[in-house]
């Protein structure tokens, strides 16, 4: 095999690359479009206190810091803790990167749910308050 032959390898498993993940994104983009709102820290700021806010990120990543007044529901659990969150008010939903607060938001679409937002930039990027559990 030639480096000719090694190099067009390559570039045909880079750009395989390249469209596994942008097709990746493009179904996490239309499928929170189909399940939520998507909204801004701005916009989150301002409805979270008529709200239920909820970090569907696992619970070490919560206790390690979460946006005041949030609620942990773990995504791993989130399908039998559903029953807790509440149909008339708005649910606001956020993880790290919005991956895992898109599927949480098809689900809660897919039982009923309406009234769904997901925080546009996830906690990485949040500038609120926020509380972190103590450790001892």
């Known amino acids: 095999m030639g480096i000719s032959q090694i190099l067009l390898w ?3 498993v880079l750009v395989s690359v390249l469209l596994f993940f942008g097709a990746n994104w493009l179904f996490y983009y239309f499928m929170g479009k189909k399940s939520a709102t998507i909204i801004t820290e701005e916009e989150f700021k301002a409805g979270m206190r008529r709200a239920q806010i909820i970090d569907v990120r696992e619970k070490n ?20 803790s559903m029953g807790g969150i ?3 008010i708005p649910i606001y939903l956020y993880d790290n990167t919005k991956t895992l607060s898109v599927r949480a938001a098809n689900k809660l679409r897919k039982q009923g749910y309406t009234n769904i937002f997901i925080l546009k930039t996830g906690y990485s990027e949040w500038s609120g308050k926020t509380k972190k559990k103590k450790m001892l």
Do not use: M, S, W
């Open 86 to 88: 509440r149909k008339d």
């Open 10 to 12: 390559l570039n045909l």
């Open 61 to 80: 990543e919560f206790d390690a810091g979460h946006i005041l007044g949030a609620r942990n529901v773990p995504y791993t659990l989130f399908a039998d």
